[in-house]
Nanobody, 126 residues
Framework: QVQLVESGGGLVQAGGSLRLSCSCASSGRTFSKNTMGWFRQARGKEREFVGCISWSGISTYYTDAVKGRFTISRDSAKNTVYLQMNSLKPEDTAVYYC?????????????????WGQGTQVTVSS
């Protein structure tokens, strides 16, 4: 079982920035060959796709709501994936989750992802 751990969440004013990190907490395990995704879930709403990055780091894909503001990157040497969030809006407030896709399907469907972190809270004040 792969354990993912998110960090970097917090409270920020609208227009500000945060960088979330996702690391593998399982000793000896790596997700360097896996597509990694970021999702978010606002209170009372369903979990939604934010973006994903291919195992190589070459390709990324974002939902329209965050295009041009959020950037996903990865550092395979550190076994870490990042979500850089700029120009944050109050509607970005949610718990953010990272997830790993065992089969590199590279998409926005929750069903594509096999391993999930516990999430980190991001709150954007107006």
């Amino acid at each position: 079982q792969v354990q993912l751990v998110e960090s970097g969440g917090g409270l920020v004013q609208a227009g500000g920035s945060l960088r979330l990190s996702c690391s593998c907490a399982s000793s000896g395990r790596t997700f360097s060959k896996n597509t990694m995704g970021w999702f978010r879930q606002a209170r009372g709403k369903e979990r939604e796709f934010v973006g994903c990055i291919s195992w190589s780091g070459i390709s990324t894909y974002y939902t329209d709501a965050v295009k041009g503001r959020f950037t996903i990157s990865r550092d395979s040497a550190k076994n870490t994936v990042y979500l850089q969030m700029n120009s944050l809006k109050p509607e970005d407030t949610a718990v953010y989750y990272c997830a790993a896709d065992k089969y590199n399907r590279f998409g926005g469907s929750l069903r594509n992802y096999d391993y999930w972190g516990q999430g980190t809270q991001v709150t954007v004040s107006s």
